[in-house]
C-alpha cells in the first residue's frame, strides 16, 4: 500500500485525494503551450490546517507540493514538474469578510474572481475590487500571487500592490499572518513587517497563501469606456502619459491585433470611466476627449469612436477560441510605457514569422509608471506544429522583454532561466538563501525558480 | 472508434477548460456543475469530461470504470451550456453524450448505468418494477384510461412507480378533473418516455421507445398531451418530431397556468406559506419555461413567492438528471447537489420548496431528511399546492 496515499486520505478524507489515471492526467496540464508532468496525487484540501498536515507530511517523505488556484496563469507555473501533490486549492472557497468602511475583503485562497466580483455586486454594491482579464475562475489568491493586475490597474497599480495581509502556511508548516493581521483583528495594512512580498511573485515556491486580504475601491453608478483609435503607434505613450495627467480614468489600455483584417495597424485606447452622475461623468469626459484628446482628432491623428455605457464584470473572453482551436498562451511583461511602439513593431514581425495573427496589448499600471504588455499567440490543441510555433513565438517575445529592458510577468521556466541569467548575482544569491531558508527539503513547487541549492 | 471517427472530432479541443461552465447565471460561485459542486476536483468539470473524453478517443489514456462514473456524473442539467461563452456552447452536453454513446456501444457503462437501461428496455422502467403494475397508481382514483379524450396525461416512470411522485400524480390527476379538463392515462399500457436514455448514449434503445410511443399515440388518436414530468415533456416536444410524433406537448404547469387565466381553475382557497421555487432542468434550461410555475404560484392566494439566489437559468440541479435519480452517483455527501439546493431553499425562511418535476421530488425530499430540515421545510409539488387552493388537496 502507498503509505502517502493513505496519510493524505487521513488529512482530506477519501474523497479528495485521487491517484486515478483520469485525475493525475487532468492535472498535468497547464491550459497553454507547457509540456504535461503527472503528479503522483491529487489533493483538494478544505482547510488551512489540512493544508499544513499535508506541507508536514511532504517534508517527512521529500514529495513536490504544487499549489494550484484557477490554474489560468498560462505559463505552466502549476504544473508539477517533478511530480508530487498537485494541490488543488478551489474547494477553500468562503469569503470571510467584507469591510465597508475599511474598504477591504478577506477571502480564502479559493475564492475566485467571479465569486467576489458577485458577492460585492450583490452585497455591498458601492465597493468593487480590480478584476483581472482572466476568466472568473481566476482567484484572487493566485492572481495576487504572480502579481496580477485588473481593471483598475490604472489609479491603483498592481493587484499585488493591494494586499493589506496574507496568512500562508510557510514550506515547513506553520501558518504563519503578514500584515495588520499578524496583530490585530483588522486585516487593513500591510505594514509593518514582514514583508509579504515573500510570497508575491514565487509562484508557489515559497509557501501555500490561504488567506488574503485585497483592498476594494468605491464602485460608481455608471461604469463605462471610450475608444480612441491612431494609426502611428509612436504616439501611444504621449497619450498614455496625457490621458494619465488627468487622473480621471480607471482603466486604461491600448491594443492592436490582426483579425479583423481592417483593424490591422490600428492602435485603440480603451478608456474606462466611472461616475456617479451624470454631471461627474460629463466633467471627466470633456476632460479626456475634448481638452485632451481633442487636438489628436483635429489634426486627424486619431478618432473617437464612441462612448459605451455599461461594463462586464466579470469580464468574459472568448481569445481561447480565435483559432477554433481551444488554446493561446501569451507573454506578459512589465515594460516602461515609453516602449509600446517597439514591442507592438516587433511582436507584430514575431507573429507574422510563425503564421500566427498578431495581437499586442498594453494595460497601464499606475500614473503611466509602467505597462503589462502582452504578446498573444492562439494555437490549434488539435495540431501539434501550431502549438510548437505558438512555443516558439513565446520563447523568442520572451528574449523580446528583456532586449528591450523590461521584465517578464509571471515567467514560465524559460522566462525565469533569462531573468535569472541576469540578475545581479547578490541578487540571485539573497533569492538562494530565501528558498533554502524558508524551504530547507525544497519541496514547494520545484522546477520553478531554481536558483540551485 | 477512435478520435478521428467521433462525431465531435473537429470541435471536441475547442474547449479551453477556462471554467465558465462551473458557475451560475450571476457567477455567484463555481458550483452550478452539480457534479463539479460534488467532488471538487477538475475531472467532474464540464471541461474535464471533454479533456478526458478526448485522451480516452486518441488512446492518451485508457478505460476505467472511474473514467465511465465521471462521464455518467453529468446530469445534462445544460449549466455548461448556458455559461460556456464560445460558438461550440450548443453542441458541449451532445459530446459528452456522445462519449457515453461509445461507452454504450462498447459495453463499457457503469453497472448501475446498465442495470437501469437493462429495466427499461425489459420492463419499460428503470426499477426493474413488472410493466403490468404501472398502472397501479390510479387505483382508487377516479382517473380514467384514455379513450380518445382531449389530452393523454403521461405520467411518466417516476410518477408511475415511485410511492412519493405517484401521489402528486393523483394530485395533479384531481386537480384536472375538477378543473373539467378532459383526460385520460395509459396505465399499464404507457412506456417509458426515454429522455433519460438518451441522456445516458443509449441512441437504439430511445429510438425504439420513441417509435413505439409515437405509434402507441398514433393509433389512439392522441393529439395533446401533457406531461407529469419535464423530462417526458422534453421528449416528446423535442426529440419525437424526428419520429413523426406530431401531437403538441404541454408540461403540466403551462395547462394549470392557462386554466387558472381562463377562469376554469378556482384557487381562491389559498395557500398560506412562503414558498420558494426549484426550476426543474428539463422545464428550465432544456426548454426555457420559468415563467409557468410562478405565474402559477403567484396567482394563489396567500403564497408568498421568494426566489433562491440561483434561480431561472442560473438554478442549481437537484442531481436527478441524466438517470442520477437511480445511479445515484452524486448522492452520499452534503456537497451533493440535492442537499445543497435544499440548504440554498432553507436560506430563503421559505417554509415550502416546491417543485415541478418527480425526480426533483425524490431527490430533495431525501436531501431535506439528510439535512434535517423535515421540520422547516416541506417539498411539495406546484400540483399539490394548487390542490389545497381549490379544495382537491
Known amino acids: 500500500m502507498d503509505s502517502i496515499y493513505d ?311 472568448k481569445t481561447s477560441d480565435w483559432r477554433k482551436g481551444g488554446g493561446f498562451e501569451y507573454v506578459g511583461s512589465i515594460m516602461p510605457v515609453e516602449t509600446y511602439p517597439e514591442c507592438y513593431r516587433r511582436g507584430r514581425e514575431i507573429s507574422e514569422r510563425h503564421d500566427i495573427p498578431y495581437t499586442v496589448l498594453g494595460r497601464v499600471i499606475g500614473m503611466s509608471h509602467a505597462m503589462m504588455f502582452s504578446w498573444t499567440y492562439a494555437f490549434n490543441r488539435a495540431d501539434p506544429e501550431t502549438v510548437r510555433q505558438a512555443r516558439e513565438a513565446l520563447h523568442e517575445s520572451d528574449d523580446l522583454v528583456l532586449e528591450l529592458g523590461g521584465t517578464i510577468w509571471k515567467p514560465g521556466v524559460y522566462g525565469q532561466k533569462l531573468v535569472m541569467e541576469r540578475m545581479d548575482p547578490n541578487t540571485l544569491n539573497l533569492m538562494k538563501k530565501v528558498k533554502q531558508l524558508l524551504d530547507p527539503n525544497g519541496i514547494m513547487n520545484p522546477g520553478n525558480w531554481e536558483v540551485g541549492r | 472508434m477512435t478520435l478521428a471517427d467521433y462525431k465531435y472530432a473537429d470541435m471536441i479541443h475547442r474547449c479551453f477548460r477556462c471554467g465558465y461552465c462551473k458557475f451560475p447565471v450571476n457567477w455567484m460561485d463555481v458550483n452550478s456543475c452539480p457534479a463539479y459542486a460534488r467532488f471538487r476536483m477538475e475531472t467532474y468539470s464540464c471541461g474535464g469530461r471533454l479533456w478526458l473524453t478526448r485522451a480516452w478517443l486518441s488512446d492518451e489514456i485508457e478505460w476505467t470504470e472511474h473514467l465511465a462514473q465521471i462521464l455518467y456524473t453529468c446530469t445534462a442539467c445544460k449549466n455548461c451550456e448556458e455559461k460556456c461563452p464560445l460558438s461550440f456552447n450548443v453542441d458541449i452536453l451532445n459530446m459528452i453524450v456522445a462519449a457515453k454513446a461509445e461507452m454504450v456501444e462498447r459495453g463499457l457503462v457503469p453497472s448501475a448505468v446498465k442495470e437501469f437501461l437493462e429495466n427499461i428496455e425489459r420492463h419499460g422502467n428503470p426499477y426493474g418494477t413488472a410493466r403490468a403494475r404501472r398502472g397501479e397508481w390510479t387505483e382508487g382514483s377516479e382517473i380514467e384510461q384514455y379513450q380518445g379524450q382531449e389530452f393523454l396525461y403521461y405520467v411518466g416512470c417516476v410518477g408511475s412507480y415511485d410511492t412519493r411522485a405517484q401521489e402528486t400524480a393523483r394530485t395533479l390527476g384531481r386537480v384536472l378533473t375538477r378543473s373539467g379538463v378532459s383526460f385520460g392515462v395509459l396505465g399499464s399500457e404507457e412506456n417509458c418516455d426515454g429522455n433519460e436514455v438518451n441522456t445516458l448514449g443509449e441512441e437504439a434503445l430511445f429510438e425504439m421507445l420513441a417509435e413505439d410511443n409515437v405509434r402507441k399515440f398514433k393509433e389512439l388518436g392522441v393529439t395533446r398531451v401533457v406531461a407529469l414530468s419535464p423530462h417526458s415533456y422534453n421528449a416528446m416536444k423535442n426529440e419525437y418530431p424526428r419520429f413523426d410524433g406530431t401531437f403538441t406537448s404541454f408540461h403540466y404547469t403551462q395547462l394549470l397556468r392557462d386554466l387558472i387565466i381562463g377562469e376554469k381553475l378556482d384557487v381562491s382557497g389559498g395557500f398560506s406559506a412562503s414558498v420558494t421555487y426549484h426550476d426543474p432542468c428539463f422545464l428550465g434550461r432544456w426548454n426555457g419555461e420559468y415563467e409557468a410555475p410562478r405565474r402559477v404560484l403567484r396567482s394563489i392566494p396567500g403564497v408568498e413567492l421568494v426566489e433562491m439566489e440561483k434561480n431561472r437559468a442560473g438554478a442549481l440541479c437537484c442531481g436527478g438528471g441524466g438517470g442520477n435519480f437511480y445511479t445515484d452517483f452524486l448522492g452520499g455527501s452534503e456537497s451533493s447537489p440535492a442537499r445543497t439546493r435544499v440548504r440554498e431553499a432553507s436560506a430563503t425562511g421559505a417554509s415550502v420548496l416546491a417543485v415541478a418535476c418527480p425526480n426533483c421530488m425524490t431527490m430533495l425530499e431525501d436531501a431535506v431528511k439528510a439535512e434535517g430540515l423535515e421540520d422547516s421545510l416541506a417539498v411539495k409539488d406546484v400540483a399539490e399546492i394548487v390542490a389545497a387552493a381549490c379544495g382537491t388537496a
Open chain 1, 7 to 317: 496519510s493524505l486520505v487521513e488529512i482530506v478524507g477519501s474523497e479528495h485525494v485521487s491517484t486515478q489515471p483520469e485525475e493525475l492526467y487532468i492535472y498535468s496540464f497547464d491550459l497553454g503551450t507547457t509540456e504535461p508532468h503527472r503528479p503522483d496525487y491529487a489533493v483538494a484540501p478544505r482547510t488551512t490546517g489540512e493544508i499544513q498536515q499535508i506541507v508536514r507530511l511532504a517534508n517527512r517523505e521529500k514529495v513536490p507540493v504544487v499549489p494550484l488556484g484557477g490554474g489560468l496563469s498560462l505559463a505552466g507555473l502549476a504544473v508539477p514538474l517533478k511530480g508530487g501533490i498537485a494541490l488543488d486549492l478551489k474547494r477553500m472557497d468562503t469569503i470571510i469578510e467584507v469591510n465597508e468602511r475599511a474598504r477591504y475583503a478577506v477571502v480564502e485562497c479559493g475564492v475566485s474572481q467571479g465569486q467576489l466580483t458577485s458577492y460585492l455586486e450583490r452585497r455591498h454594491p458601492r465597493l468593487m475590487h480590480s478584476e483581472p482579464g482572466a476568466p472568473p475562475q481566476a482567484t484572487i489568491a493566485g492572481n495576487v500571487a504572480i502579481h496580477g493586475q485588473g481593471d483598475l490597474a490604472q489609479p491603483y497599480g498592481f493587484n499585488s500592490d493591494m494586499v493589506n495581509g496574507l496568512e500562508v502556511v510557510l514550506p515547513t508548516g506553520e501558518v504563519c499572518r503578514f500584515g495588520s493581521c499578524s496583530i490585530s483583528p483588522y486585516w487593513y495594512t500591510q505594514h509593518p513587517l514582514p514583508d509579504v512580498g515573500l510570497f508575491l511573485g514565487w509562484a508557489g515556491t515559497t509557501g501555500i497563501i490561504t488567506r488574503v486580504s485585497i483592498k476594494l475601491f468605491p464602485c460608481k453608478e455608471i461604469l463605462g469606456a471610450g475608444q480612441f483609435v491612431v494609426e502611428d503607434e509612436e504616439l501611444i505613450p504621449e497619450l498614455v502619459h496625457r490621458i494619465t495627467h488627468t487622473e480621471m480614468a480607471h482603466d486604461l489600455v491600448a491594443f492592436s491585433q490582426a483579425i479583423p483584417p481592417f483593424s490591422s495597424g490600428l492602435h485603440h485606447l480603451t478608456i474606462s470611466l466611472s461616475a456617479d452622475s451624470e454631471k461627474e461623468l460629463d466633467f471627466k469626459m470633456e476632460l479626456i476627449f475634448d481638452d485632451t484628446l481633442g487636438e489628436y482628432i483635429r489634426r486627424g491623428d486619431g478618432g473617437f469612436l464612441g462612448f459605451t455605457r455599461g461594463q462586464q464584470r466579470p469580464q468574459v473572453s
